[in-house]
């Protein structure tokens, strides 16, 4: 509803691709309202979708998201936080060991048990993380059968990628991406 009309909503093409919407009143005429280039490719909406949940975090020393997605159909999601029932490192501060706060449980940690808890296979998926599994997560990660793992930066753990590589998970960078 705008100045009192009823508005509908369609897609139109240009010749070179792009398209634009057009949004037509009650007879006060056409009027374009917004330009996209394309659809974004599926890596790029569920890293942003990660990203949205990272925004969950309850560990202000670094905010996490992630997603495990099997045929583009989201399965689970978590983010970095303290134990169910336990306060958040935002509300009285860090339990740190070796420079690491391990008070909280890891996004992906999170999510694989969150599939466990609602009895969500994942098996053959893949996971989005808005950084990469450092190397306990990686590990549950594998054996969960997860065959891929994007991340949106590398996190601190070299060791992930040699293992991914004898183990047959594929891993993607979208560091350098536009899904920010």
């Not at 280039?37 to 202000?60: H, K, N, Q």
Request: contains cysteine.
């Amino acid at each position: 509803m705008m100045d009192g009309g009823f508005w509908t909503n369609r897609k139109v093409f240009r010749k070179d691709g792009q398209s634009f919407s057009v949004f037509r009143g009650d007879g006060t005429g056409t009027k374009a309202i917004s330009f996209m280039a394309r659809r974004i490719d599926w890596d790029t909406y569920f890293m942003r979708i990660a990203r949205e949940v990272s925004g969950r975090s309850t560990c202000d020393r670094k905010h996490v998201g992630a997603v495990i997605v099997r045929d583009r159909t989201i399965l689970s999601t978590g983010y970095n936080g303290s134990i169910s029932g336990m306060p958040h490192c935002d509300d009285v501060g860090h339990m740190m060991d070796g420079g690491h706060c391990v008070a909280t449980i890891h996004a992906e940690a999170n999510a694989i048990l969150q599939a466990a808890r609602n009895g969500v296979m994942i098996k053959g998926a893949a996971v989005y993380i808005s950084a990469s599994p450092c190397w306990n997560c990686f590990k549950m990660i594998a054996n969960t059968g997860i065959r891929r793992i994007v991340y949106g930066e590398f996190y601190r753990d070299e060791r992930i990628f040699e293992i991914a590589r004898t183990v047959g998970i594929e891993m993607v960078d979208l560091s350098e991406a536009d899904w920010k």
